[in-house]
Nanobody, 122 residues
Framework: QVQLVESGGGLVQAGGSLRLSCAAS????????MGWFRQAPGKERKFVAA????????YYADSVKGRFTISRDNAKNTVYLQMNSLKPEDTAVYYC???????????????WGQGTQVTVSS
């Protein structure tokens, strides 16, 4: 098990940028693939981006390709989501999760943070 805490959310104008961070506790962070999901009001949680254990493989939802970048620093036990060219439809609570294998599939993520709110105004 790993405990995760997201940070970096906030209010930003359309076209702006934010960088989210997810800090993990414990000594086994490098053994997990990591992912970001988001949940808008009244909607189900959806995949955003994922990264393999070493950072060599990344996946992105079509809606964020070219705008978002996922990365990780295993020495700091932290995964990041750089979000550029933000749109109002990016507004959601963003969650990071840990999985055994890099995946776009929500059921494969067993540990979650509490989430951080991202609001993009027009």
């Amino acid at each position: 098990q790993v405990q995760l805490v997201e940070s970096g959310g906030g209010l930003v104008q359309a076209g702006g940028s934010l960088r989210l961070s997810c800090a993990a506790s414990g000594r086994t962070f490098s053994g997990y693939a990591m992912g970001w999901f988001r949940q808008a009001p009244g909607k189900e949680r959806k995949f955003v981006a994922a990264i393999s254990r070493t950072g060599g493989t990344t996946y992105y939802a079509d809606s964020v390709k070219g705008r978002f970048t996922i990365s990780r620093d295993n020495a700091k036990n932290t995964v990041y989501l750089q979000m550029n060219s933000l749109k109002p439809e990016d507004t959601a609570v963003y969650y990071c999760g840990a999985s055994t294998w890099v995946s776009m599939s929500l059921p494969l993520y067993n540990d979650w943070g509490q989430g951080t709110q991202v609001t993009v105004s027009s």
